[in-house]
T-cell receptor, first 116, second 113 residues
Framework: AQTVTQSQPEMSVQEAETVTLSCTYDTSENNYYLFWYKQPPSRQMILVIRQEAYKQQNATENRFSVNFQKAAKSFSLKISDSQLGDTAMYFCAFIRPQGGSEKLVFGKGTKLTVNP | DGGITQSPKYLFRKEGQNVTLSCEQNLNHDAMYWYRQDPGQGLRLIYYSQIVNDFQKGDIAEGYSVSREKKESFPLTVTSAQKNPTAFYLC????????????FGSGTQLSVL
């Protein structure tokens, strides 16, 4: 079974600084997708960034980028120029497509606080 | 606008009562999911459905039931057998055309009276 581990329950960063959230996962599959979702106090789940396992290039979305290390099964999220609106729970997630069990598995989350 | 609609936003259950949470999507997605979120915790999968008239148990299906009679709808019933139903419930959908990205509803907070 696939598992996703986020080892940092809480983190804080000063506004305008950079922070990295860690995520590791366990799978024997070669083809899969990885995601970072953000859940602000409104509790709406918002997709931050997505990475296909077959792509070696790390995904980037504006201030958000990932460091995808497939061999190490690591998928960290870097937030540059942190903003107050980045304060939220961040969840790392894994899905193995077309396997007959296409369910998204989530980590337990990291609570990020951006301080002014 | 396309999206996922969950209702109600807040729901209260009395002891021994069954309650049903609604989830409707107009994204033409084949797959739909129900997740449970407890305070400070991640999301745990209750049930999911890849196609109409078919669904599978997730990790915590006991005390819950679902149906998938229409592509657009995937209601979740929290039965009296679920002894600790207080939680935030999230519905989601996905399509292979979106590379498995899940679209989420805004959630239902269920509390026990």
């Amino acid at each position: 079974a696939q598992t996703v581990t986020q080892s940092q329950p809480e983190m804080s960063v000063q506004e305008a600084e950079t922070v990295t959230l860690s995520c590791t996962y366990d799978t024997s599959e070669n083809n899969y997708y990885l995601f970072w979702y953000k859940q602000p106090p409104s509790r709406q789940m918002i997709l931050v960034i997505r990475q296909e396992a077959y792509k070696q290039q790390n995904a980037t979305e504006n201030r958000f980028s990932v460091n995808f290390q497939k061999a190490a099964k690591s998928f960290s999220l870097k937030i540059s120029d942190s903003q107050l609106g980045d304060t939220a729970m961040y969840f790392c997630a894994f899905i193995r497509p077309q396997g007959g069990s296409e369910k998204l598995v989530f980590g337990k989350g990291t609570k990020l606080t951006v301080n002014p | 606008d396309g999206g996922i609609t969950q209702s109600p936003k807040y729901l209260f259950r009395k002891e021994g009562q069954n309650v049903t949470l609604s989830c409707e999507q107009n994204l033409n997605h084949d797959a739909m999911y129900w997740y449970r979120q407890d305070p400070g915790q991640g999301l745990r999968l209750i049930y999911y459905s890849q196609i109409v008239n078919d669904f599978q148990k997730g990790d915590i299906a006991e005390g819950y039931s679902v149906s998938r009679e229409k592509k657009e709808s995937f209601p979740l019933t929290v039965t009296s057998a679920q002894k600790n139903p207080t939680a935030f419930y999230l519905c989601a959908s996905s399509s292979r055309k979106t590379n498995e990205k899940l679209f989420f509803g805004s959630g239902t907070q269920l509390s026990v009276l």
